[in-house]
């Protein structure tokens, strides 16, 4: 039922009450005069898009206004923790783990539990400086603390640029490459979640004593990968969706109570596994050797997943400055601890010959004669999976709002809803998208693809840190800019040198005599010749240049260990998302920008 105004009188209609200009209200769509108005420009509107980068004000304030009602702040650091435990730990340790162990690396997964998580934890100081210091730039916003945390008032908080690493980009790298980036973000959401949402299905199965696929409606019709419907998928991720809509605080107090819970049964799992073990099942401890080891942790790089949604919380956190670094790095620290003695443990119960790809934990402790255990580990995985659903739903949810904030695609999807200062609308769209490809699609297919968009993401978050550290507009000189360019190009090419020859030359190993020194005299040189442009004002990632660089380095050298298949599927995707932009993201945020700059010019601001 719509509402019409006409003169004082409010009149009724029938019908949604959601018009063409609340999907496409920009310049250039009003009429097909003026979208081939905008076509004619799209050399001009593609160069300028890509040229210009967001103002950290822009993100700090401007952004937000388009919600019409703010986020409510109601998180610390405390909540993130909980909120990245249950972000994160999920049903990739608990499906992941046996199959990686069994084909690719043995007992050693250890090893690529803990170099994943390496890479994970350089992301991690990435993401938590752009989360703090993006609204540390407005000098003029002012912050009270007070001992009293009912009244904290730090309006810092309330920027949305901290949805996470569209916005980070978007202020370093440009509008084009945040757009490339953010598309990839909710693709990997999207498919991630619907990957949970299955898992969760075949763990309930297993929890009442049915075969995995038991719930599974099988489509003949329907092309092999997508023939298996799985009706209780789209159940789990409605309740979900309900849940994720109606408050952020009360989704934290349900998932920390239930992430104690899952902590309990991984406790459980771990020392258990340590009593019933037995050291014999270590030997031979790297059957597949060193490229193995990184195969799998290239693979399971998806367990970790998910902890940059709480990067998108700030503008709900009362004290980001405080609260963020302890939130990403501790649940980042805690998650990593809790993978590595999960996998002792399994490899110390079961030879990695005998270990079940499906159910790992759970036969593990049937073949040690602990078979009421498995009814233990099936309702922590469950349990996990719950929470990562629900972090997960709120993180794309806010992805999505401050895109759409930018008008690259629909304003509409940035609403905040009044009552429950929630984004409900992005929250709904991005559950439904979930819900569709769960129903359908085997995401084993897809596995390798959600790791490519996350080490992509994460590779262009550490570059744009760089750029954040060592270029500032009317500031650098030119020859400093030159000379923080080449560096980087260096660091960046010899990192894709590094892991092309990884993956091409087999186990030779004469070609990183040659890249892995060109990229320590690269960070060198960017270190000792190079001045910074900016420091950090709350909180600064250490050791710049050599973290950022690091996690450059590691995640693109990771990136060379997934198979080739996943790399052409990921630029389909990539070639979706540009068609899109070049059709509308292009002309809508340029149309915004454009009209910003008109308002800023004809409304200048007062000094004093």
Known sequence: MGVAVDEGTVVRRRGCSCTKDDFLPEESFQ??????????EVGFRLKDRILTRSLDDTELNEMKARSQHDMKKTLNWWDLIWFGIGAVIGSGIFVLTGKQAKEHVGPAVVISYAISGLSALLSVFCYTEFAVEIPAADEQSPVYYSTNSWSVVLDLARCPSLCGSFAYLRVELGDFVAFVAAGNILFEYVIGGAAVARSWTSYFATLINKNSDFFFIHAPHLAKGYNMLDPLALVVIALICILAVKSTKGSSRLNYIASIFHLIVILFVIIAGFIKGDTKNYTPFTPFGARGIFTASASLFFAYVGFDAVATMAEETKNPGHDIPIGLVGSMVITTTVYCLMAVSLCLMQSYKDIDENAPFSVAFVGVGMGWAKYVVALGALKGMTTVLLVSAIGQARYLTHIARTHMISPWFANVDEKTGTPVNATVVMMVATAIIAFFTDLEILGDLLSISTLFIFMLVAVALLVRRYYLSGETSPGNRNKFLICLAIIVGSSL?????????????????????????????????VPQARNPKLWGVPLVPWLPSLSIAVNIFLLGSIAGAAFARFAVWTVILLLYYFFFG??????????????KENHPVEEG
């Open 31 to 40: 009429s097909w005069g003026n979208y081939g108005k905008a076509w004619k």
């Open 497 to 529: 040198a590094t892991a092309v020859y990884w993956a091409t030359q087999g186990d030779d190993w004469i070609g990183y005599i040659i890249t892995v020194p060109i990229w320590l005299a690269a960070t060198v040189v960017l270190r000792v010749i």
């Open 586 to 599: 292009l002309h809508a945020s340029y149309d915004t920008a454009k009209q910003s700059r008109m308002e």
